[in-house]
């Protein structure tokens, strides 16, 4: 995480470093940038940042990462209403979608929302956890919905934004976006089931889990997540201690578990 920090730091700090020289008061360069930071590239370094306090690396600072994921969905939100100049700059009235195109705004939404709902998962501990999980997996489902309607229109680029123009246009290609549209399915399917395993509905985790395997079969950290709940299944065992409970065949998750895992 301190490597991490230090390298979204020296970011920021490089992309904004105003060179005196080129017109410090007007804001017409900068000295490593070479141009003003723009509204999507301050964006993609205040993501930078909160992926990395997230949690997905240990010892991050999740409630800074909640206050950044906060404020890049203001942001968006604003710039669809259209806050934005034609270079990205400013205020002005072109939206974001129209530059950077809907399936991006949309992928750095869901981004967002997928890691709050990772963070409320791993840190809320107020209330009764079985609604906040629930909460967390209709959250987390809204997003699959809006990742998959991207992808009817990520085999390319969209038709209104000039690709040439964009900063985001080396995740442009054809295949480029829609893998990362599929990656984030993935990561939300899994993150589904983890949030009702959390709510003890194990059936319906292993819906969304299932589902992640099918979309993305080459996909070994779904795989692994797939074969850990058929293991998990397959050593449940009954207050009562019956293992042969005929509302989970353990017999057929441990077959299932041992064709994931090994």
């Known amino acids: 995480v301190s490597q ?41 370094l205040a993501l930078g940042e909160a992926d990395a306090e997230c949690g997905f690396l240990s010892g991050g600072f999740t409630a800074r990462a909640k206050i950044l994921y906060g404020e890049t969905l203001a942001k968006l939100d604003d710039g669809e209403n259209g806050g ?73 680029t969209d038709e209104d934004v000039d690709v040439s123009s964009s900063c985001f246009y080396p995740w442009r290609g054809r295949g480029s976006l829609s893998s990362s549209i599929q990656h984030h399915i993935s990561f939300t399917r899994q993150l589904v089931a983890e949030a009702y395993l959390g709510a003890s509905r194990p059936m319906e985790a292993q819906i969304f889990l299932k589902d992640a395997v099918k979309a993305t079969p080459k ?14 299944m397959a050593l449940y065992e009954n207050e009562d201690g019956d293992n042969g409970s005929a509302e989970i065949d353990t017999a057929m998750f441990r077959k299932k578990a041992q064709s994931q895992l090994v």
């Not at 490089?14 to 964006?43: F, K, L, P």
């Not at 996909?219 to 998990?232: D, H, I, K, P, T």
């Open 84 to 156: 934005v100049n034609g270079d990205g700059i400013g205020n002005g009235n072109t939206s974001i979608s129209s530059i950077l195109g809907k399936n991006i705004v949309t992928l750095i939404k869901t981004h967002c929302i997928t890691c709050l709902v990772k963070i409320s998962l791993a840190t809320e501990t107020k209330g009764d956890y079985d609604v906040v999980c629930l909460d967390a997996a209709e959250k987390a489902k809204s997003s699959i919905e809006s990742l998959q309607m991207s992808t009817s229109t990520a085999d390319g």
């Open 4 to 44: 991490a920090r230090a390298i979204v730091q020296y970011a920021t700090e490089y992309v904004n470093r105003v060179d005196v020289t080129s017109g410090a008061g007007t804001g017409t360069g900068t000295e490593g940038w070479g141009r003003r930071c723009t509204i999507w590239e301050g964006i993609i």
């Open 219 to 232: 996909n070994y950290e779904v795989a692994f997540a797939y074969g850990s709940f058929c293991l998990r």
